[in-house]
């Protein structure tokens, strides 16, 4: 049979969306940073009016060019279709459960909340400094670890100058907040 005609299953149609929804405590909100929102914007805007478009058109000269079951262009034009239109599903799921948190609201407090920017060492003396953000931003490399992992909710509601305690993959550890920092609030 003509793989143009099979239909693929759909229990992989959104892997993506239900491993990062499982990361989100139930009861809880999809919390994001205004930056981390128009980013997602502007990657759904880009696959819908660039990258969309432009793979229908191939798919179409593709599709033009007749025998269908060895066009390599055709073939993988319509996988690269079916991946942008997963994209896109998930990124408005995404969006449409955002909840949007400006940390500028807690600029000059020295509690920690979602958006800070927190400096604390551990009992060896290491520092380091991390930014609380939602999981569709964390980047660890970056030193932006989502609010779900458990050094965020340890350090959530903790103050500069606490020692905080909290269960590492390596057992107990204690760290000490050296700083609790928010951006400045941008004038209209």
């Known amino acids: ?53 432009e793979v229908v058109r191939i798919v179409h000269w593709a599709a033009s060019n007749g ?32 909840a949007i948190v400006d940390p500028s609201v807690h600029h000059g407090s020295d509690q920690v909340f979602f958006g800070a920017t927190v400096t604390y060492s551990n009992q060896h003396g290491e520092e380091r400094t991390i930014t609380i ?3 569709d931003e964390l980047d660890p490399l970056n030193g ?16 500069e100058g606490d020692t905080i305690t909290f269960q590492a993959p390596n057992g107990v550890e204690e760290l000490d907040i050296l700083e609790v920092r928010y951006p400045a609030p941008v004038a209209d």
């Open 67 to 98: 025998d269908r079951s060895e066009n390599g262009d055709y073939i993988y034009g319509k996988r690269r279709l079916r991946e942008i239109d997963r994209r896109i599903r998930f990124l408005t799921k995404r969006m449409d459960s955002a």
């Open 133 to 135: 953000v939602g999981i």
């Open 1 to 53: 049979m003509n793989k143009a005609f099979v239909k693929e299953a759909e229990g992989d149609e959104d892997d993506e969306a239900a491993a990062l929804a499982l990361a989100i405590p139930a009861g809880s909100k999809n919390y994001i940073r205004p930056e981390g929102y128009q980013r997602i914007k502007d990657e759904l805007l880009q696959l819908i009016d660039v990258d969309r478009p």
């Open 144 to 159: 932006k670890i989502s609010w779900v992992a458990p050094v965020a909710r340890a350090l959530t509601k903790a103050r």
